[in-house]
């Protein structure tokens, strides 16, 4: 799947996990196309990994379609745009909660809706969604980015129960802290000692490993699965921890 000949498309590429993503599978020989919103961070990305670059916010209306006629028959798309928004609900602007939820979830949605038929036709393809611990946990402070990401999980699932059987493989990839500018755009730091934050790297080379393997779905690091599925049994224990240790 992964290799000379897969065209992978890598959104939120200019940066973080989606630079490093990119780097991987431009090293495997894939013919990889790199967007994101930073013109300048992403044609440093191209240089340097040998990807092709496409600018476009994915908030904006149209903006996937114009990614997808810049690459072509996709194999693999990496799901991993993201913003993220930190502060109490009712502190909330309306802007911002409708970004989050255009970037991190409806843009997802609108790609993947473009790019399955061509590889059910095709008999292959693998769609990855790069999620968070928080649409797991659902965090307090972050109300509306959590649930993009849990509607992202929900998403996948439903996606990959329509085409089992059909040659397209979906997985999702959880990350906890990952040290990347994603917290200083959100405009509030990371500033806990534990747990500390796993480089992209980590969160890249998990997610090659989930398409190779066919995996449905990966944290990073493992043991996040712990807290995640304790949250489905005893979802009023989960949140008694969360605010003793938060």
Not at 130 to 140: E, L, P, R
Not at 166 to 183: A, E, L, M, Y
Not at 210 to 220: H, K, S, T
Request: proline content about 5%.
């Amino acid at each position: 799947m992964i290799g000379a000949g897969t065209t992978a498309v890598v959104t939120g590429g200019s940066s973080g996990i989606g630079a490093a993503t990119a780097s991987v599978l431009a090293r495997r020989g894939c013919d990889v196309l790199v967007t994101g919103r930073d013109p300048a961070a992403l044609e440093a990305v191209a240089r340097r990994t040998g990807a092709r670059a496409c600018a476009a916010d994915l908030a904006g209306s149209g903006a996937a379609a114009r990614v997808l006629a810049s690459a072509g028959d996709v194999d693999l798309l990496v799901c991993n745009a993201g913003v993220g928004w930190a502060g109490r609900l009712e502190d909330m602007p309306e802007t911002d909660a409708e970004t989050l939820v255009r970037v991190n979830l409806l843009a997802q949605i609108l790609l993947v809706r473009a790019v399955l038929p061509g590889m059910v036709e095709r008999g292959r393809g693998h769609l990855v969604f790069v999620s968070s611990i928080a649409g797991s946990m659902s965090v307090a402070g972050e109300a509306v980015y959590s649930a993009t990401k849990a509607g992202l999980d929900a998403f996948a699932a439903s996606v990959r129960g329509e085409v089992a059987g059909r040659g397209v493989g979906v997985s999702v990839v959880v990350p906890g802290v990952v040290d990347t500018p994603f917290f200083a755009r959100r405009g509030t730091p990371y500033t806990r000692r534990s747990p500390r934050p796993v480089p992209p790297e980590r969160v890249a080379a998990a997610l090659v490993a989930a398409v190779e393997r066919n995996r449905a779905e990966v944290f990073v690091p493992r043991w996040l699965r712990l807290p995640a599925r304790l949250r489905g049994v005893a979802p009023a224990l989960t949140d008694a921890l969360q605010r003793r240790f938060a």
